[in-house]
Structures are given as C-alpha cells and as structure tokens.
C-alpha cells in the first residue's frame, strides 16, 4: 500500500506538538492514525518481532534527560549537565557527586574542569567518594508533576541514567589519563569501586522506576576516541563488562529495553555489548562503520540509527532529507532493530522527515 506525505501544515491532517531531545523549542508534525500505539511498535522495534514501521525519536518516545527529573539541587548541584539551561557564557557546576564541571557553550556540552580531581587516588575512594542521597533531589515532587501534565501511556517513557562505570571513574579521578593509569595500576580498587557504583546505579534505576513507568533506559560510558577504545579488550573482560552486564541484567529483569551509547571507535567492544544484551546501539557513524555492523550483528542488537550521508548541523533541501530516510530506512530497517532521530532547523523539514519516514517505512515492511 502507497501511504500519503502529508504537505506542511495541510489543515486537514491531524497534528501533534513534538520537541527534540536537546532542546525546548517545540513543532507541530502530523499525528497519523496507527494501527497499534507508538509504544508497542517500538518495543516490536527494539526486540526485533515484525514493527510495523520505523520509530522516530521525535515523535514515539516522551525522553528525559539526566538532570530532569530533579525537583531540587541541593548545594547548587547539579545532578548532570543541565542541557536545556540557556547559556550566554561559559559556567561551572558540580554534579550530584561533587565533581567540578565546565559548561563550554561553544560546544554545546560540558568538560571536567581543568585542573580539578575529586578523588585523590583511585585507593581512596571509600574513604572520599560522596554517595548522592536521593532523598535531597526532590525526585517524587518532580515526577508528580510530570505524570499529572506530560505523560503520554501511548509513547515510550524513556529514561537516561547517565554515567556508567568507566565515565563516573573519569569524572572522580579528573581526566582519562588518570583514570587509565587506575585501570593499568590498580585493577583491583577499580573493579571494588565499580562493584560500588553499580549497586548505587541500581538503586537509582530502582527509584526512577518507582517514580516513572519507563519503557527504556539510555547508559553512557564512552569507551574511545575516534581512532581506537580507550582500553583494551582485557580490561573489558576483567574490569568493565561483569558489572555493566550486572546493571543491563537488572534493568531488562524489570521489562525494560536497555540502550548502551557509547562514542569513539568501540568497533572491538560490540561484541561484548551484545553478551552484555544491550538491546540497542547508539554509536558514533562517523567513528564506527555502522551499516557493517547491522550485517554482521543485526539479528542479535539493534541501533540507534543516524540518517546516512547526513552530517548534523549542515544545510539540506527537502530532496536530500527524503532520500536519505528511505536510504537509512533500506539499510538498517530489516528485521527491525531500528530508531531513527530526527532533529532539522527548519519546522517545513521536521515535518517533511517525519511524514517521510513513517509513510516509506510503512511501506517498507509491508513488502
């Protein structure tokens, strides 16, 4: 069956208000009439059973961020880098474990700051490592609020915890290279901290849980640099995968989907994120030959898939935008496994991209 692109703003087509992940701007786009909810086709998506077209980050899932579901900061803190705080200059902050942190607004995210080392040796960390208190951030008054006004039951509630094992190391021990000598010098303290970290991670999971009917959850730990991982496939083994797979065995016991982002070149590492059971991807197309790995591990995990020949922040015109979802489309939505984000400058493209991908992959599975 041929389904229609709705032309923008067409008066007759049913719309919603949708806004991108990063930001706080919102568009209108057309709400189209589904034959099952948003929120089962993509769990359909994210285990790979027969979706009936391809999610958009955009419109399927309802997402919050790290830091939004604080109700207060304590000391000023911050749970996370706030990204929807509008920025004229450069700011410090503190997250929830105590750690300084750089806002650089022309990059758009924050740095540890220079200089700065939570932890002074990696040794010491039961005796300096601040366990955040739940009880100080306000989580139900801020989840009341937000289940009472924003919660859509026919969406993905998405979640993203935040820092894994390795990232939270960074952060404590004030850069990579410190936190790679502890990998190489002190294996044995790292894995005890990391046990730790992890049972504070699932109490925190557990909490948002009770809080939010989540769907699915986002883990960062960013293992690489766009040549190569940060370590190597023994330190994966014997330090980092036991208890990440802990957490991911956690969270998927409860039903939820589970996301690993991890940027750089983690070529060499998929493999574990598979034995971890990641469910999906979301990976650096600039760093990683994605549509290689969807051949080669496509039946086992899926991605987060970002729109081929496509670079974020440049110019497009409509004609581009549509040949590069149905391109995206042909090359990682078989057999399912797929999400696609969708974020453009202009509010005419939004809508073009959305009509687009859910008409052409529509059509898609139905051959």
Not at 96 to 115: E, H, I, K, N
Not at 204 to 209: E, P, V
Request: proline share 5%; net charge negative.
């Amino acid at each position: 069956m041929k389904y229609p692109r709705p032309a923008f703003e067409d008066a007759s087509v049913k719309r919603q208000k949708v806004t991108a992940l990063f930001s706080t701007v919102a568009n209108e786009v057309p709400k189209f009439d589904t034959p099952i909810t948003a929120k089962e086709n993509f769990i359909r998506a994210a285990k790979r059973q027969s979706p009936m077209w391809v999610p958009a980050a955009l419109t399927d899932l309802q997402s919050l961020l790290t830091h939004d579901v604080a109700g207060r900061c304590p000391n000023g803190m911050q749970m996370h880098a706030d990204i929807k705080r509008p920025a004229t200059e450069d700011y410090l902050f503190q997250d929830w474990f105590g750690t300084s942190w750089t806002w650089v607004r022309s990059a758009g995210g924050a740095m540890l700051t220079p200089g700065t080392q939570f932890v002074s040796d990696i040794c010491n960390w039961e005796k300096e490592v601040v366990w955040p208190d739940f009880a100080q951030w306000g989580f139900e008054e801020k989840a009341e609020a937000y289940m009472r006004d924003v919660y859509d039951p026919e969406k993905i509630m998405h979640y993203d915890l935040g820092r894994g094992c390795t990232e939270r190391l960074v952060s404590l021990l004030g850069g990579y290279t410190e936190s790679m000598m502890a990998l190489s010098v002190e294996p044995e303290a790292v894995k005890d901290f990391f046990e730790r970290y992890t049972d504070f991670m699932i109490s925190f999971f557990d909490k948002m849980l009770s809080l939010y009917p989540l769907d699915m959850v986002t883990l960062h730990d960013d293992w690489g640099t766009e040549r190569d991982t940060f370590f190597s496939e023994r330190m994966m083994e014997e330090l980092v995968f036991a208890p990440t797979k802990r957490l991911v065995d956690h969270i998927k016991s409860k039903g939820i989907v589970f996301e690993m982002h991890s940027c750089g070149n983690v070529t060499r590492f998929i493999p574990y994120m598979v034995d971890m059971g990641a469910d999906l991807l979301q990976i650096q197309r600039r760093a990683v030959d994605i549509p290689a790995l969807k051949a080669k591990y496509g039946d086992k995990i899926g991605f987060n898939a970002p729109l081929e020949g496509l670079v974020y922040g440049q110019q497009y015109s409509d004609e581009e935008v549509i040949e590069a979802i149905r391109k995206t489309v042909d090359i990682y939505a078989a057999g399912g496994g797929c999400y696609i984000g969708l974020n453009f400058p202009e509010p005419r493209q939004i809508w073009a991209a959305v009509s687009e991908l859910y008409a052409y992959s529509r059509e898609y599975y139905e051959e």
